[in-house]
């Protein structure tokens, strides 16, 4: 018998999150994940008159695939699946794993291979698609997050299944306080960075895209960036796991770049991908209150109440500041006081302090108002 909050969250991917309607297409991509939560989405979507398409993957045959991935392999497989997303009007990959390092032992330059070639069909979904990402509680996840299987299965559901409506009314002064500043300047332990977000429109992130949710984002201009940062929580890319990063950076361009010593150099050939890897293409703040600590999961990690993330490489498109790159890696800041604290500051105006925003407009989307 299928979990009934399987049901509750495969109805508000395919009615909210997707926005399904009669005649659309929709490619549900599974990783890992119950076969009867595919179930679930097959039925939600039909329910809607929508038209669902399936791809079932497995982390180890994903891995196996990229080991001894070529050229002409990669192309090939690019070929295939933007003929496919060209099809779709919506998609919803869920994504579990039973290891997050799977990945780890392919090496660098077939990982950078494979990316690259898959990035048209990435930036045709993010670009054309209304499309959602999300993963799956598995017990490598719970343990991640220092929790029990079942522990961690409510925590996830009650996250993924939140209010978003609710949260989406009070990101909106946000954006609009964000859409006329210029200046933003971030503070705190080991950071000191300012850069400007003129001209660019900031996005709010409540359900459509991501499940779990909760950011607001923008782009800096690409130039503009100075100064340096320290993030505090760990991140996973491509299947290392990077601790203590910290980036020192001129003119928009990432100088200096260190880690935990053995992943330094691993940190650098990333950042050495192509010429746009060095310079950042998001400032985001997160904002969900039911996820508090880091999990090596960015889907939940850049939402962290009290967090922000400022990310290398490429730009998403409604805040297109130029800058191009097979790489998009959000690296993320807790600013809440037993993480050390910081400040975030617009235009010379104070407007996070040590993870709460103080100005009387964003109240609403302090933790204690959005639950």
Not at 4 to 32: C, E, H, N, T
Request: glycine residues 8%; contains cysteine.
């Amino acid at each position: 018998m299928a979990d009934p909050r399987f049901a509750k969250l495969a109805q508000l991917l395919a009615s909210y999150s997707m926005s399904l309607g009669s005649g659309d297409s929709v490619l549900i991509d599974l990783m890992d994940t119950p076969d009867e939560m595919g179930i679930e989405l097959i039925r939600a979507a039909r329910s809607l008159g929508a038209i669902p398409l399936l791809d079932v993957r497995h982390s180890r045959l994903v891995r196996e695939l990229q080991l001894h991935t070529t050229p002409e392999h990669a192309q090939l497989l690019c070929d295939v699946e933007l003929a496919r997303m060209q099809k779709v009007q919506a998609y919803v990959a869920i994504r579990g794993t039973h290891n997050f390092c799977e990945g780890s032992d392919v090496p660098s330059d077939r990982q950078v291979l494979y990316s690259k070639a898959l990035r048209p069909v990435l930036d045709y979904r993010i670009n054309k698609t209304r499309w959602v990402i999300l993963r799956w509680p598995t017990p490598s996840m719970a343990q991640a997050a220092g929790m029990s299987t079942e522990a961690f299965e409510d925590f996830y559901f009650e996250v993924c299944t939140m209010d978003y409506r609710k949260m989406s009314q009070a990101m909106n002064p946000l954006v609009q306080l964000m859409n006329r500043t210029d200046k933003v300047r971030i503070v705190g332990p080991g950071t000191d960075i300012s850069f400007s977000i003129a001209g660019f429109n900031a996005i709010k992130c409540s359900g459509l895209r991501n499940i779990p949710d909760g950011e607001v984002y923008t782009a800096p201009v690409k130039t503009s960036v100075n100064g340096v940062i320290s993030y505090n929580t760990p991140t996973l890319y491509a299947g290392t796991r990077f601790e203590k990063i910290t980036l020192e950076v001129q003119s928009g361009k990432i100088v200096k770049a260190t880690s935990s010593s053995e992943t330094s150099d691993r940190l650098n050939h990333i950042l050495d991908t192509d010429a746009g890897a060095r310079y950042f293409g998001e400032f985001a703040m997160g904002v969900n209150p039911y996820i508090l600590n880091p999990m090596s999961d960015i889907l939940f990690d850049e939402k962290i109440s009290g967090s922000l993330h400022f990310t290398p490489g490429a730009a998403y498109s409604e805040t297109d500041n130029g800058n191009r790159s097979a790489v998009h890696w959000d690296m993320v800041l807790v600013q809440r006081p037993e993480w050390g604290g910081g400040e975030i500051w617009f235009d010379n105006h104070l407007v996070r302090k040590d993870g709460l925003f103080v100005l009387p407009g964003l109240l609403q989307l302090n933790p204690e108002n959005l639950k």
